[in-house]
């Protein structure tokens, strides 16, 4: 399997975990998650930042509770 495919599939888990677990409530806790989750070895390891896990965590809530909002 190649890293774009791998990339995909992450990302569609990620998003399912989302609109499972979050709800508008969790949004206030998102810069504590996020500073806990810079903190994990896997984060470490590629060297992400607290600016780009807090944007894409920003992108994913907004894409996941756009989608939720059309089933409405």
């Known amino acids: 399997m190649d890293e774009k495919r791998k990339g995909q599939i992450a990302l ?4 399912i975990r989302l609109r499972q677990e979050t709800s508008i409530r969790d949004i206030a806790n998102i810069k504590r998650v996020i500073g ?3 903190k994990d070895p896997e ?3 590629i ?3 607290n600016q780009e896990l807090l ?3 920003k992108i994913l ?3 996941v509770f756009q989608k939720q ?4």
Do not use: P, S
């Open 43 to 45: 984060m470490i390891a």
């Open 36 to 38: 806990n989750t810079i």
């Open 55 to 57: 944007d894409i965590f």
């Open 12 to 15: 569609a888990v990620l998003k």
């Open 47 to 49: 060297k992400a930042t």
């Open 61 to 63: 809530i907004v894409e």
């Open 69 to 72: 909002m059309k089933n409405f």
